[in-house]
């Protein structure tokens, strides 16, 4: 287990609502990133925080927002949820910034449904 | 625009044999190139990585070949076992715009007894 956790397991929300889905990194992990995963797809970066701070984004709309805070706990909040937004959520901390020498940790991923 | 793409889909191997996954890349702005295996219900695992000054890393059963020229590199995996049974992902990172990891889009691997 990478001591990485996300809530909730699954989600599954209406068009137009917005939702907000939580991670816990590792004690210790000052960075944490968060990826959209499409069935059958691989990761896409949606953004990165470090030390509470936006420091790298995706290509993905600014209805796509976030929030670290200072226990190691972030948040990815999604509004006016869209039909292709449904896919799997994944948050990914390491130690520090995430320079290429740091390897980053998964959580399990949050599973969003939009109806 | 897929910046990583990567080859096949899905691939079947029997145990004891060789699994080979292909990546390909076009921005040489990328430095550093991980593969990640994918459990059903898991996230992503790190499994080895390479940096573009050095053409092969070896980690156990798995190596990573890397052609800086031909802006390519590939994961083997000796000696095949069903518990490798996952999906692979390749993915490549930049420093310099975000700090920014790109995937290719996986591999399934199914190992036979």
């Known amino acids: 287990e990478t001591g990485v956790t996300q809530s909730p397991t699954h989600l599954i929300k209406t068009r137009g609502q917005q939702v907000t889905l939580r991670c816990s990194s590792q004690?210790?992990?000052?960075?944490v990133s968060w990826y959209q995963q499409a069935l059958g797809q691989g990761p896409q970066f949606i953004f990165q925080?470090?030390?509470?701070?936006?420091?790298g984004r995706g290509n993905f709309p600014p209805r796509f927002s976030g929030l670290q805070f200072p226990n190691y706990s972030s948040e990815l909040n999604v509004n006016a949820l869209e039909l292709d937004d449904s896919a799997l959520y994944l948050c990914?901390?390491?130690?520090?910034?995430?320079?290429?020498?740091?390897?980053?940790?998964f959580g399990p991923g949050t599973r969003l449904t939009v109806l | 625009q897929q910046q990583v793409k990567q080859s096949p889909q899905s691939l079947i191997v029997q145990k004891g044999g060789i699994s080979i996954i292909n990546c390909a890349y076009e921005?040489?702005?990328?430095?550093?190139f991980p593969w990640y295996q994918q459990f059903p219900g898991k996230g992503p695992a790190l499994l080895i990585a390479?940096?573009?000054?050095?053409s092969e890393k070896k980690e156990g059963r798995f190596t990573i070949s890397f052609n800086k020229s031909a802006k390519q590199f590939s994961l083997h995996i000796m000696d095949s076992q069903p518990g490798d049974s996952a999906t692979y992902f390749c993915?490549?990172?930049?420093?310099?715009?975000?700090?920014?990891?790109?995937f290719g889009t996986g591999t399934s691997l199914t190992v036979i007894p």
């Open positions: 921005n040489t702005a990328f430095d550093y």
């Open positions: 993915a490549a990172f930049r420093g310099d715009t975000g700090n920014q990891f790109y």
């Open positions: 004690s210790g992990h000052n960075t």
């Open positions: 390479i940096r573009p000054d050095v």
């Open positions: 990914a901390s390491s130690p520090r910034l995430a320079g290429g020498t740091d390897t980053q940790y």
């Open positions: 925080y470090y030390r509470e701070e936006e420091n």
